[in-house]
């Protein structure tokens, strides 16, 4: 009877010992690298026993991303007669300096601006918002990455649907709400300064107008100087990399005529073109040739009747002709107003801009009807007028 009990118990060890093995190296650390959360899938990929003895692990292969459910999304809303689509960029957030080959993180935060919810890919609604790359629209991203595998070995999904959209990680987002928009992205290895442009676009709907945004990404360390990368910050106006650009070339503006269309350039690189009204053909034309912009003045009031009130006006000739915002009569008293201010003083738009004349002018962008000098939109004008210095080149031609 002894006999068969030592027998069984002797069976019974032989059955426990594997698992009591396991449980030791577990416990006494030799399994320290397995998570508590990842033992059960780990545990596959060893050969942990020969006769009772541990062996090496395998090499564990990251697992396939896993998403938590979100809560489902609440689509029902009274659409409106007239629905508009608006976006404001409120922020975008991530790491000043980026390291070469090394994931990070962007955060994007735009306001509904519109009149109807935007819903997020998560949420089993119509009219899906995203982030779509732009300039030009739908180009691949170089920063797009499928997924995000960290350095042990977990993998999350990185935001990006595909090399051209980022979801919106808010479920719903109501007008005159904000949404996030969260993604992950590897900066590439050689070091630049990278300009990426999105713009909010609805799948089906269309693009969103005037939302587009670009994201400066300084990656690594690069020989350029501060002047120069400054330049690149401020005006590179695509999606490119810093050192494909030439801006060694001076400022310059071209003035086309024929298209009346206004460019803004650094050496041969365009950084801005805008919409015109040039003189009135055969009666008043604008004067073709190279000049440069002679004096700057933040308003200016013509001097012979009808004393037309021209804001950011810079002088190309002596003689009265110039480049400035949209025109205004006003009346003695606004004139007088303008007059009050310094030279070089800011004078607030709502000064003159309820003008008949100023409203009227801003149809006639694209047409030739002034008295000689080249007009502007005022944001247009505003630009220029930053942009350019005493001294910068203007050439005009057909």
């Not at 002797?10 to 320290?32: C, D, E």
């Not at 009666?283 to 000049?291: A, I, Q, S, V, W």
């Not at 008293?333 to 003083?345: F, G, H, L, M, W």
């Amino acid at each position: 009877m002894q006999s068969k009990s030592r027998l069984a118990l002797s069976a019974l060890l032989t059955i426990l010992s594997p698992l009591l093995v396991v449980t030791l190296l577990f416990f006494f650390g030799a399994l320290k690298d397995v998570k508590p959360a990842d033992f059960q899938t780990s545990i596959i990929n060893l050969s942990f026993f020969d006769r009772g003895k541990a062996v090496a692990m395998e090499e564990v292969k990251p697992a396939a991303p896993v998403e938590l459910p979100k809560p489902a999304a609440n689509c029902g809303y009274k659409r409106p007669e007239n629905p508009t689509y608006g976006a404001n960029v409120v922020s975008v957030r991530k790491r000043f300096r980026l390291l070469q080959n090394k994931y990070f993180e962007t955060k994007v935060y735009l306001e509904n601006t519109g009149n109807v919810p935007w819903f997020s890919d998560d949420a089993a609604c119509r009219e899906k918002i995203r982030l779509g790359t732009a300039r030009e629209n739908d180009r691949a991203s170089i920063f797009y990455s499928p997924t995000v595998v960290g350095e042990d070995f977990t993998v999350r999904t990185s935001g990006w649907l595909a090399n051209n959209r980022i979801k919106m990680n808010t479920l719903r987002v109501e007008p005159g709400e904000i949404g996030e928009f969260v993604f992950y992205s590897r900066a590439p290895h050689p070091a630049d300064l990278y300009v990426e442009y999105f713009a909010p676009v609805i799948e089906n709907v269309g693009w969103i107008e005037g939302a587009e945004f670009p994201i400066h990404m300084y990656v690594g360390d690069f020989a350029e100087d501060t002047e120069t990368l400054d330049l690149k910050m401020q005006f590179l106006n695509e999606s490119t990399k810093a050192s494909a650009v030439d801006f060694s070339g001076g400022k310059k503006v071209e003035i086309d005529i024929s298209d009346q269309k206004m460019s803004a350039k650094i050496g041969n690189y365009t950084i801005k073109e805008l919409l015109v009204s040039s003189g009135q053909m055969r009666r008043h034309d604008t004067p073709r040739g190279k000049y440069e912009v002679l004096y700057k003045q933040q308003v200016r009031i013509g001097g012979a009747p009808p004393h037309y009130i021209m804001p950011k006006w810079q002088a190309f000739r002596w003689d009265g002709y110039g480049i400035h915002g949209l025109p205004s009569l006003g009346s003695a008293a606004v004139r007088n107003k303008i007059r009050s201010y310094d030279q070089n003083e800011e004078v607030p738009l709502e000064v003159y801009n309820n003008d008949v004349m100023w409203t009227e002018a801003v149809d006639h962008l694209g047409t030739p009807v002034s008295h000689g000098c080249v007009r502007m939109g005022p944001e247009d004008a505003d630009f220029m007028y930053d942009f350019t210095e005493i001294g910068t080149p203007v050439v005009i031609h057909d």
